[in-house]
């Protein structure tokens, strides 16, 4: 028997499969695709049928299972509800196409952030943590005494969306003005740049200019960084976790973001209030793939799991 987990991304899928029963001590196999340019669904399907197919290759046991990290809004039968970055994945059940492809497997789905932060949860120890995910757009998640919150039937932890500025105007990609993804995304945080300097800047630019702690790049910089650590602050309050962490491409890619992130969140929590370990998220970009990984393994989904991997 083995077990499979798959990290959909707009572009690329990653998947890992594995053994266990006679081939459990075997390790783990893993590939990545890119999604097809044309062909809508079908392609894409079929694109996913040959990499399992790859995958499998020499045919081992059966797969009894998969977790699926999937970024889009997925309703409680599987079904995509909306995906920006994939428009023809709409009305799509994914779970019946998965069992399909993969017949008497049982398919779970989770939102990719949530899954981030079950296996960060996992790799730092701890039983009730959130997480961020700073790159384009913000991601995460919360768990709660091992578990992840609010719970796979009941939609995902949308901590992009927490409102910090509900007086801004700085507009979110989901129509609402002031959430936290609206002021610290890398997107918005490119955006408020070029208002500044009054031409486009790219994500280069921005890097160095902040390292070279030029007065524009740290301004637009902490900008997101105090909107991050309101976020953050907040989701203390009422979830108490041991540990916040911060990744992302975009986090990952400015050296001493997350200490001025910390170093805000000090300066916002009461005396008296939580104070969680806010640090470097561990796993990098294989933290959603490594919660499909224990969502195939039903870890982290209906009840506290223990914990090591």
Known sequence: MSRLGIDVGGT???????????????PAQQTVFTWPREGGVAADMDALAAALAALRRPPGDPVTSVGVALPASVDAEG???GWPN???????DVRHRLAALLPGAQVRIADDGDLA???????????????FGVGTGIGGGVVMDGVM?????????????VVVDHRGDALCDCGRHGCVQALASGRATLRRAARTLGRPVD????????????????????T???ALAAAAVSLAELTHPEVITVGGGFAASLPGYVP??????????????PAPDLRVAALGALSSLDGATLLARGIGVDSPAPQGR
Do not use: I, M, N, Y
Not at 86 to 92: C, S, V
Not at 149 to 161: K, N, Q, Y
């Open 224 to 226: 997101g960084a105090s």
């Open 79 to 81: 079904r995509v509800r």
């Open 12 to 26: 690329k899928v990653a998947l890992r499969l594995e053994r266990s029963g006679a081939a459990a001590g075997a």
């Open 149 to 161: 919150r609010p719970g796979t039937a009941r939609g995902s932890c949308e901590v992009g969306h």
């Open 203 to 222: 994500f280069a630019e921005l890097r160095q200019a902040w390292a070279d702690r030029e007065d524009w790049a740290v301004e637009v910089v902490t």
């Open 260 to 273: 001025a992130v910390a170093e805000r969140v000090t300066a916002l929590r009461r005396p008296a209030g």
């Open 86 to 92: 994939r428009p023809a994945w709409r009305g799509l």
């Open 117 to 131: 932060a079950l296996a960060e949860a996992r790799a730092a120890g701890c039983r009730d943590l959130v997480h």
